[in-house]
């Protein structure tokens, strides 16, 4: 069992940056791969990130590619994704996820944050 309580988001301006943080309470966080996912309104959930649970492998959805980077230090339990180069676009919530999965053909995962705002002013 894993509890992920998410932190940093906010309202910033495009070409802004923010680092969203993630903490997670469990033994066995650092076996999972971890992800951060966004929805804005109207849209369908969507993974923007994921990490492996050793940090080796990464990968970024091609929207958010060279902008965001997700990290992780198992040591603290805890998950970033920095955001540089925001964009209007970026606005949504954004979700911390844990043992990440396909369902249907898409990314989903069996833990998840509550979600924080972010929101890219023009």
């Known amino acids: 069992q894993v509890q992920l309580v998410e932190s940093g988001g906010g309202l910033v301006q495009a070409g802004g940056s923010l680092r969203l943080s993630c903490a997670a309470s469990?033994?066995?966080?650092?076996?999972?791969?971890m992800g951060w996912f966004r929805q804005a309104p109207g849209k369908d959930r969507k993974l923007v990130a994921s990490?492996?649970?050793?940090?080796?492998?990464?990968y970024s959805a091609d929207s958010v590619k060279g902008r965001f980077t997700i990290s992780r230090d198992n040591a603290k339990n805890t998950v970033y994704l920095q955001m540089i180069s925001l964009k209007p676009e970026d606005t949504a919530v954004y979700y911390c996820a844990a043992d990440l999965r396909v369902v249907g053909g898409s990314w989903s995962a069996n833990y998840w944050g509550q979600g924080t705002q972010v929101t890219v002013s023009s």
């Open positions: 990490i492996t649970w050793s940090g080796g492998s990464t």
């Open positions: 469990g033994r066995t966080f650092s076996s999972y791969t």
